[in-house]
């Protein structure tokens, strides 16, 4: 999954994993996370999801990843806000009061640019990217965001022969693999969505899964 194929894709409006509403496991999950507000919340592959606006207006301070250009100006003009613009090393930086996105690859990101985030929320990220690019992006994460931040992460979970990604299935044995040296995971939710999606039952699904986890901070 290559830059151009993501940019592409907003480019042909082939965008069916954004949601016209704020994710309702963000609200319903976030007080969860006991975080203050003004917290710096950090939004990998961010998207022009709303729920970076909710967020913002929960007081946090948000910092998003975006790699393309569309999406963010999609994103500003849809929420009636301006940005300014402009350019940090690889990224084009958009922002207004409480929300900086940086257009470019994540993978690039460094701590120095981003910044110190308190808390992590991911939707749809890890499912956006291949099983062999997900080492790095946990490693990546890592290194932006400190040990102490708590996280929420929303994935989904099917049998990956059934179906090619994205969305690529992410199984709870993986978000263990992954993250389980240096957080406690909770598992708080866990549904089978496929009813709800014709399309992925069209494709041969015969189970959807959707998970919320809460990644507690170790120790
Ligand atoms: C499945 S979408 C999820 C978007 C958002 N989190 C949401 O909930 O609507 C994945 C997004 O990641 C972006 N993306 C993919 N690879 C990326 C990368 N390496 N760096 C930054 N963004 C990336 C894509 O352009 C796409 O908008």
């Known amino acids: 999954m290559d830059a151009e194929f993501w940019k ?46 909710w967020l913002r207006e929960q007081g946090h301070e948000v910092r998003g990843v975006e790699l393309s250009p569309l999406a963010l100006q999609q994103f500003f003009s849809e929420q009636g806000l301006k940005p300014e613009i402009h350019r940090a090393g690889a990224f084009e930086i958009w922002e207004t009061e409480g929300i900086r996105l940086f257009c470019g690859d994540f993978f690039e990101l460094t701590p120095e640019l981003l910044g110190q985030p308190s808390v992590v929320y991911d939707r749809a990220s890890m499912i956006a990217l291949p099983p062999a690019m997900r080492p790095d992006y946990a490693r990546h994460l890592q290194s932006l965001a400190p040990a102490s931040a708590p ?4 994935t989904l979970d099917y049998e990956q022969v059934q179906m090619d990604g994205p969305p690529f299935a992410v199984s709870e044995a993986e978000v263990q693999a992954l993250y389980g040296d240096s957080f406690r995971i909770e598992k708080i939710f866990s549904e089978d969505i496929l009813a709800e999606n014709e399309r992925f039952r069209q494709r041969g699904l015969t189970r959807l899964e959707e998970s919320v986890y809460l990644f507690h901070p170790a120790g």
Do not use: I
Request: hydrophobic content about 40%; aromatic content about 14%.
């Open 151 to 154: 996280r929420l992460l929303v």
């Open 8 to 53: 592409q894709r907003w480019e042909n409006g082939e965008t069916g994993f954004h949601l016209d509403e704020v994710n309702p496991f963000l609200p319903r999950f976030w007080p969860q996370l006991h975080v203050h507000n003004k917290s710096q919340v950090f939004v990998p592959l961010c998207g022009k999801s709303l729920d970076l606006y």
